[in-house]
């Protein structure tokens, strides 16, 4: 009996496996009650606390989003504006791919420290001259001491866009974390 020997061509199978998210790293940054947390809340949880709770030190959480067709994982850093959380902070600006500078537009103080929180950020290993920076002016609900011409001229002059926000409405705080996911992924993949 013989056996027939021949070549059986078989097709291989292609799996498709599946590209891992890209993973980006966002901090904010700002004086002490500005509505940071309130703000990463606000678009992580679509909800709004009102009882003002410190950040101790420093608040962390993830998101998977979509953004411009491509799966990420945005890692919130949150840092306390508390300056006796300055020493747990400054471990966290280093490798900064996003940065969110909050001040309150109903407390002339916390934007008179913008400057200060730059140079804070870049001098402790955030690249603030490459990696993207959104001013945010949170707290429009609330009556004004900043007008938003002045935090879009401070803005303008730094390179930065600019925001105004309501965590408590939920106002412009989408739209705002969405440009900033953009602009880094366009920064990163370049």
Known sequence: MSRKSGSSSKNPI????????????????????????????????????SKYIATIGVDYGVKPVNVDGQDVRVNFWDLSGHGEFFEVRNEFYKDAQGILLVFDVSNRASFEECDTWLTEASK???????????????????????????????????????FETSAASGECVEDMFNDMFSMVLQHINR
């Open 124 to 162: 402790y290993g955030a690249d603030t001259s490459k990696a993207p920076c959104i001013l945010c002016g949170n707290k429009t609900d609330k009556r004004r001491q900043v007008e938003e011409t002045e935090g879009a001229q401070y803005a303008q002059n730094r390179g930065m866009k600019y």
């Open 14 to 49: 292609k799996i498709e496996v599946p590209k891992p998210p890209t993973r980006i790293k966002v901090i904010s940054i700002g004086a002490g009650g500005t509505g940071k947390s309130c703000l990463i809340k606000r678009y992580c949880e679509e909800r709004f606390v």
